[in-house]
């Protein structure tokens, strides 16, 4: 109970506060280091927030450090899926990942690549008490590595389309070492069994096509021989059969990729499938020498035409003045007949024949020559139709295409001596712009396809490829023209359609025709009735024909049908003779005549000097029927050479009286 006292305790904290400023000092030594880092350090506690980033943080993510102090790192995330795969990745590896590449979103709303070395940290009962890691920033790595891989998928899609291998070859130990899809494709395999395969041949020229296998070695050869600064490429075509069986037409090309001592150690290639392309050459080259011929033919069965008007107009005049009952005349007309009929062969193989293309009823054509068929073919052929249901009407002449059909069936027959099966099959088909580009030269559209198939001995492909040629056959001398495949491909192209044939040897063949389907309706026909050649009043014809022949012969024949008679070489001389004679009534003209002026201008010229006169045309003349009408005067007609007597009566006496 005294006076207060002041009790005081002093410890001696000399060391602690020791231990405090070492602690400080290794904190900012530590925070130094981690703010001189180039990489992001980070610390979190168990719920996630962050607790300790260095200073770099805000040059990543936008954010000041208090901002981020106490910051959820799910918050940072681009997508909360991110953060769980994050998580899932740790406990994945047990503690820690290294490069675990995500996306976070910056507090400006952008987004960036990071790559971050992260672990947990554990208390010291076991239990997760944070996690920490480093984080860097590797978007522009990361757009890098997507733009190399979407270049190489531009490169891999290019080089599929293009058909192009690629290939790295290990000269040492004669393999090889690398090979793209579409190499390996090439050879009919996937990449892995190109590899295995590999190991079981001697060569990889076993791949080559026999027959191309010797020049494909020697040229290899000559290549690796060169010296090594000449840096030419190897490049060759060549044929090669995959694994599959297929036979393709390649390209390719190869240069030294790495070269030790003045030796070739490696090389590296490509291999391009031309295959498409060599086709179309070849069908290009097929094209052309079939348009050759073509031009060729329609010359030849011009003059022929005029040849044969002359022949069978004079053979009529004689046969007037002798009788039917002479065999030397009639024999003449025969032949004469046989002769215009080679003609309208070669025409229509020259895509030059006059047409009469209209809308026909393939079902019923096909049921007509059926019939005849049955008694043509005889009695050890098995004949089949198949005949589409709702087949559409195709665009042809119907005589030509009775014609095609039965000298396709005629070759069939004569491809099966001991007999077999003939089917005639028609279908609708849509064509495609692919299918016309790659298999066909015909506009896409609708068409019907009819084809004729037999059973019988087939052709090889030496053969194949001269089918449509004139005068081509594999028959006995004097068993075949060698016209009826020519004929039937002429008739189709000039129609619109387009022709393909298949054969193998022992197997068969089959011939398809496919004729533009019909936009219009049937036309209905009727019945022609026989009328007797009519004959001239008086009137006065001038007849231009600059074929001595068959202005002899039209002069001739004429005047036995009680005409009166002028002719004139050329349109120089009848046009005289029209100016001099004022009582012609007709002009007879043929189309194309010598000199700088032809039958239309004459015809032209005609109607200014004479305007009553009237007008009729002739030709021999290898051209479509409508290009020549199209330089007709209107209204007037045309005569195709070769003609009969009543074919020029019934022309002059129609003209006359229109």
Known sequence: HGEPRLLVVSHDVTERKKAEDELRESEERYRGILDSMADTYYRADAEGRIVMASRSATDLLGYPIEELIGRKLADLYADPVERD????????????????????????????????????????????????????DVTDRKRAEESLQESERRLQTAAKIAKLGVYIWDLVEDRCVYCSEEYARHHGMSVEEYHAAMTTLESDSEWVHPEDRAHYNAALEDWLSFPMENEEPFELEYRIIGKDGQVRHVREKESFLEVQDGVAIRTEGTLQDITENKQAEERYRQAQKMEAVGQLTGGVAHDFNNLLA?????????????????????????????????????LAFSRRQPLNSRPIDVVALIGN?????????????????????????????????ENAVLNLAINARDAMPDGGRLTIEAVNVALSAEDAATDMEVIPGDYVSLSVTDTGSGMPPNVLEHAFEPFFTTKDVGKGSGLGLSMVYGFVKQSGGDVTIESTPGRGTTVTLFLPKAQKALEETGSKKRQAAPRGRGETVL??????????????????????????????????????????DLLLSDVVLPGNMSGPDLGSRAGEIRPKVKLLFMSGYAEPRNRLRS???EGCNLLDKPFRRIDLARAVRAALDR
């Open 369 to 401: 020559v059926h019939q005849l068929l049955r008694r043509t073919l005889g009695e050890t052929i098995d004949i089949n139709i198949a005949m589409a249901p709702a087949l559409w009407n195709a665009v042809a002449d119907t005589g030509q295409l």
């Open 631 to 633: 330089e007709l005067p």
């Open 310 to 346: 002359a022949i069978l107009g004079h053979a009529e005049i004689v046969e007037q003045q002798l009788g039917q009952d002479d065999d030397s005349v009639r024999t003449i007309i025969r032949a004469a007949d046989r002769g215009a009929e080679l003609t309208q062969r070669l």
């Open 543 to 584: 007849v231009v024909e600059d074929e001595p022949d068959v202005r002899a012969m039209a002069e001739a024949i004429l005047r036995g049908l009680d005409y009166n008679v002028l002719t004139a070489k050329d349109a120089r001389a009848g046009l005289a003779l029209l100016e001099a004679e004022p009582a012609i």
């Open 85 to 136: 795969q994050f998580l899932q990745a740790l406990k994945a590896s047990g503690s820690s990942v290294r490069d675990y590449q995500t996306q976070l979103r910056k507090k400006d709303g952008t987004t960036i690549w990071v790559s971050t070395n992260s672990r947990f940290l554990f208390d010291s009962e076991g239990r997760v008490s944070g996690v920490e890691g480093t984080t860097r």
